[in-house]
Nanobody
Framework: QVQLVESGGGLVQAGGSLRLSCAVS????????MGWYRQAPGAQRELVAA???????NYAESVKGRFTISRDNAKNTRYLQMNRLKPEDAGVYYC???????????WGQGTQVTVSS
C-alpha cells in the first residue's frame, strides 16, 4: 500500500502563489509516476502536472510557465509550486501515485485551493 497526504492548500488572491506538498509513505519502491490533479466543482478531475521516476515532467497547457512540479526523494515528498494563480486554478488538488508493474493508482485525500479575483 501507498499513502499520500497533501497539504499546502488555502485561499490566495489572483496573482499570488502557493506550494502544495504530497508526502508519500508505504511501499513506494515500485512507484514510477506521480502527478497532481485538480477538480473544480462540476468538472472532471484533470491532470495538472506529473513527474516520472527518471525526473521527466509534463504539464497541462493551462499551467505551463506558472506551475512547477518537483520532488525531494530524501523526504519522500512531491511539490507543486503554483505561481501567478488565476481564479480558474481553483479546485481540490489531489496527488496521485502509479505503480510501474500493474499501473495501480493511489490517491490522496485532496487539498482545497481557492483563488479570489
Amino acid at each position: 500500500q501507498v499513502q499520500l497526504v497533501e497539504s499546502g492548500g488555502g485561499l490566495v488572491q489572483a496573482g499570488g502563489s502557493l506550494r502544495l506538498s504530497c508526502a508519500v509513505s508505504g511501499r513506494i519502491f515500485n512507484i514510477n509516476v506521480m502527478g497532481w490533479y485538480r477538480q473544480a466543482p462540476g468538472a472532471q478531475r484533470e491532470l495538472v502536472a506529473a513527474i516520472t521516476r527518471g525526473g521527466s515532467t509534463n504539464y497541462a497547457e493551462s499551467v505551463k510557465g506558472r506551475f512547477t512540479i518537483s520532488r525531494d526523494n530524501a523526504k519522500n515528498t512531491r511539490y507543486l509550486q503554483m505561481n501567478r494563480l488565476k481564479p480558474e486554478d481553483a479546485g481540490v488538488y489531489y496527488c496521485k501515485a502509479r505503480r510501474a508493474n500493474d499501473h495501480v493508482e493511489y490517491w490522496g485525500q485532496g487539498t482545497q485551493v481557492t483563488v479570489s479575483s
